[in-house]
């Protein structure tokens, strides 16, 4: 489905829904790892954020919650999608401008 700049929508909902969805992705696969693997995930968090020590924030074995993982999940898609809609259309308005 192709929307029209007449509509005002342009690149605005495809880019917000491919940014979420991306997202959203990307954090089931995070959630997913850190379950399969939790002192691995840790040590790439570690790693990942030049040696400071995510292990404290840990306050003992968790296990796995289905509510809170989809608040976050929803609340990181929500953002994407906001995100990603205000970037096409702040595109659209440039391409129209040049």
């Not at 990307?26 to 400071?52: E, K, S, T, V, W």
Request: glycine share 10%.
């Amino acid at each position: 489905m192709e929307t029209t700049r007449a509509s005002g929508i342009g690149r605005a909902m495809p880019t917000g829904v491919a940014l979420a969805t991306t997202v959203g992705i990307g954090y089931a696969l995070c959630a997913l790892a850190f379950r399969a693997a939790p002192d691995a995930a840790m040590a790439f968090m570690n790693a990942l954020f030049h040696g400071l020590d995510f292990s404290r924030l840990q306050s003992g074995p968790a296990p796995f919650d289905f509510s809170s993982f989809s608040f976050a999940l929803f609340v990181a898609v929500v953002w994407a999608f906001v995100f990603g809609a205000v970037f096409g259309w702040i595109v659209d308005r440039l391409r129209s401008a040049a």
